[in-house]
């Protein structure tokens, strides 16, 4: 069964205190990964994709890497502005059509 | 607009009612998705739609969902006789294409509450 987890559900860090986020998958085949963060009341907001591993993308303050059973939202020196629920997704290269989402991470970063 | 546009934004309907819920893709984004989010749970996917293809519905819950998407661009929920349960935040998503796996950009979401 294709399965996608997210950990740790909750994450609360200091402004500064660099972390990272878990999604770990498996599936029967991956044709991408992607990251979302969504604000309160919002719709999911693309980050990044990755289709292979090995494959690193950053934006900002935020890295995502993949490899073959796992990815890591590596978030370095956060601030507040980075307080959000960040999801994962995989694209299954099994014939499926939709993303496939797990729970999320809740990061809230204090001042 | 530049963005996946949905309404309402929220909807309040009587338990027993039915519910059309809109989604305008992106200009140009051939697939479209719809997805339910309960609160505190992940999204759940609904259907899917790709150009002129038939839409792929096996999220959809129960029969008494369904959804069409017209001239391949804007798409409507339904929901008939809504229940309880089917209180959610819906939210619409489109693509340029499924096969490349590109990624899917999200509307702000139809927060539906049935009492």
């Known amino acids: 069964e294709d399965q996608v987890t997210q950990s740790p559900e909750a994450l609360r860090l200091q402004e500064g205190e660099s972390s990272s986020l878990n999604c770990s998958y498996t599936v029967s085949g991956l044709r991408g990964l992607f990251w979302y963060r969504q604000d309160p009341g919002k719709g999911p907001e693309f980050l990044f994709t990755?289709?292979?591993a090995g494959e690193e993308k950053e934006k900002e303050r935020l890295k995502a890497t993949l490899t073959k059973k796992e990815s890591f939202l590596h978030i370095t020196a956060p601030k507040p502005e980075d307080s959000a629920t960040y999801l994962c997704a995989v694209h299954l290269s099994s014939g499926a059509n939709n993303l496939f989402f797990g729970t999320g991470t809740r990061l809230t970063v204090i001042p | 607009g530049a963005g996946v546009s949905q309404s309402p934004s929220n909807k309040v309907t009587e338990k027993g009612k039915d519910v059309e819920l809109r989604c305008d893709p992106i200009?140009?984004?051939?697939?479209l998705y719809w997805y339910r989010q309960s609160l505190g749970q992940g999204l759940e996917f609904l259907i899917y739609f790709q150009g002129n293809s038939a839409p792929d519905k096996s999220g959809l819950p129960s029969d008494r969902f369904s959804a069409e998407r017209t001239g391949g661009s804007v798409s409507t929920l339904t929901i008939q006789r809504t229940q309880q349960e089917d209180s959610a935040v819906y939210l619409c998503a489109s693509s340029l294409a499924s096969g490349s796996s590109t990624e899917a950009f999200f509307g702000q979401g139809t927060r539906l509450t049935v009492v």
């Open positions: 990755l289709y292979s």
């Open positions: 200009s140009g984004h051939t697939a």
